[in-house]
């Protein structure tokens, strides 16, 4: 069994967490998530403070397992949220899109562990720093928002400079993920693009057999000109917003541009002119299934890798 220091810090089973997925990382999710014996997210995104305690009342009628809420620190309605998620006693926050800092005390008083989201080894300094439990060292290869650095050189790097656990995000979608995330001194791992795929997320059929359908090269990066990297499959909006960077369109216009893309995409399922979020792993991902057996496969496939290596029976001949 996969018993790391992060499962004892979050009273979890196997060191798996949710991605916050916005608008898609609903309830049924989470609950489905930590009833594998992972850690269920809450991906508040921009909803306001209802929809997330509606959120956190859904899911505790579906687990009696701990998960948490992901804040994303841009939103209009972060500091209401930071507040349901106080009053609700969540039993752990994830952030991203900026720093917790002012949140992390007011968490910790009432129990909740912090998580925060980092791309680079002095971020992750800063957030040890604030008082953060642990930090999510999310690579390039994820979904959504994206520093520069690979998840395979930013995880040992953060690991080399907090003594706090550090989860590695971007690229995980399976078991030799999980083991070589635990390799590079990781706890842990943080899957999104791989739960999008499963059944219980609320994903539109569409959104997701793309992913199912992505080869190498089918995720690309925008925003860069707005200092807002964002990695999503390529589809026309996409060459769009590529177009209207070239072009030397403001930071106000390309906004306006994409305003309302990613509700458009995961939940409505227009291929074309939604915002369709995924990491680089999707090329990896072949099928639909129950999130208790995404998990159960990865676990059982990293303990087989890691065994396997332990009996130096994995090299070649």
Not at 128 to 150: F, H, N, R, S, Y
Not at 175 to 197: D, E, I, K, P
Request: hydrophobic share 45%; aromatic share 4%.
């Amino acid at each position: 069994m996969l018993k790391t220091a992060l499962c004892h810090l979050l009273g979890i089973e196997h060191p798996i967490i949710q991605g916050g997925m916005m608008w898609v990382g609903t309830a049924e999710l989470a609950a489905a998530v930590s009833n594998a014996g992972g850690l269920g997210i809450i991906g508040a995104g921009n909803s306001g403070p209802d929809w997330v305690r509606e959120q956190i009342h859904l899911a505790r009628g579906w687990t009696e397992e701990p998960f948490g809420v992901n804040i994303l620190m841009t939103s209009p309605a972060a500091g209401e949220v930071a507040t349901v998620v106080r009053e609700e006693k969540v039993a752990v926050v994830t952030t991203g899109s900026g720093s917790p800092e002012a949140y992390v005390s007011r968490f910790k008083q009432v129990g909740i562990k912090v998580m925060a989201v980092v791309a680079d080894a002095s971020m992750a300094r800063r957030m040890e720093k604030a008082g953060v439990d642990a930090v999510i060292a999310e690579g390039t290869e994820a979904a959504g928002e994206v520093g520069e650095m690979t998840t395979m050189v930013l995880v040992p790097r953060v690991v080399d400079s907090v003594s706090i656990p550090v989860v590695a995000a971007g690229g995980v979608g399976d078991g030799r993920g999980l083991a070589a995330a635990l390799a590079l001194g990781a706890q842990g791992v943080q899957v999104g693009t791989r739960f999008v795929c499963s059944e219980e997320c609320i994903a539109h059929p569409r959104y997701k057999e793309r992913i199912i359908q992505a080869q190498d090269g089918s995720t690309v990066i925008t925003g860069q000109v707005q200092r807002r990297a964002v990695r999503s499959l390529s589809n026309r909006l996409t060459h769009e917003f590529q177009e209207l960077e070239k072009a030397g369109a403001s930071g106000e216009e390309l906004t306006l541009f994409s305003r309302d893309r990613t509700y458009l995409g995961l939940v409505e399922g227009n291929l074309d002119d939604g915002l369709l979020l995924s990491g680089q792993v999707a090329a990896l991902i072949g099928e639909i299934k129950p999130v208790g057996a995404i998990i159960n496969g990865m676990v059982t496939e990293a303990e087989a890798i890691i065994s396997g290596l332990n009996r130096g029976g994995m090299g070649g001949g």
